[in-house]
């Protein structure tokens, strides 16, 4: 599978001028000022329609790369094609999507420290110094920073990192601070999805007193109940984890009582 290939489904067909990704990864996207431009501030379909392409058939590049055999020679390989695409291409939208898609290379090899420092380093995108005034983001970059806070969730729930605590904190500011209401968009799901996650596993932490773990538990409760509301990849995880803490908590596997996060 082409790294190339899976940059190529985050970008909108009509902006590449009629370019394949075979083309784009010798350097063919537009060269002069004003078709710089024309692509750089094209808009990037929104995350939820990220996987459209019929190429994919509907599978995210992990399934994919875990039916393949050689999975860890596939993730180099699309890795270093992103950083390519980065390095040409790093003051367009296209070159931050490839190097969001490299940390998730680094992610899918679980180099969580490398995909953390890039996932990072494309939040400050678009971030002013404290005391300058700050400059608004477009909604192509916000999209993508939405993604990316998901796959920087996604890290800390990590083996590796186990920052519970901050995921909840992070997953709960965004929720409430940039959309304001409850997601109902894939990346807004999947963002809550870790939320929950993460609620679930302090909800089994020792050293939390029992009342704080029941308290998580009952909060992941609700994350998990309003996921399982929209159809999806969340659904049957969401359902699995609504009958484990039911468990948990001790109540009846089909207890219909819902909370507010």
Known sequence: ???IAWAWNTIPKSSMNGLTPFEVSRGSLPRTTAERRAFGTAEIKAAEEEWSSPDWAG?????IFEKAPEYAKFLTKAALEFEDVHTKYRSLVAGLYARMW???CFEE???IRKALGVYNELLQHGKTAPGETPKPISRTMKDLQDKVLQFRLICLNHEQRKDYKVVVQEATDWIAKVRGKKPRNKVGLAIMWER?????????VRTETESERNK???????DARYINRWPGEYKD???????RVLVLLKRDTEDPKDFET
């Open 1 to 3: 599978i082409s790294g």
């Open 216 to 222: 998580y538990l009952t909060v992941a409760l609700a």
């Open 109 to 111: 090899q679980d180099e």
């Open 196 to 204: 929950a996650r993460s609620r679930e596993s302090l909800g089994t």
């Open 237 to 243: 995880v969401s359902t699995a984890m609504i009958q």
């Open 59 to 63: 599978d995210e590049p992990e399934s």
């Open 102 to 104: 490299q940390g998730k």
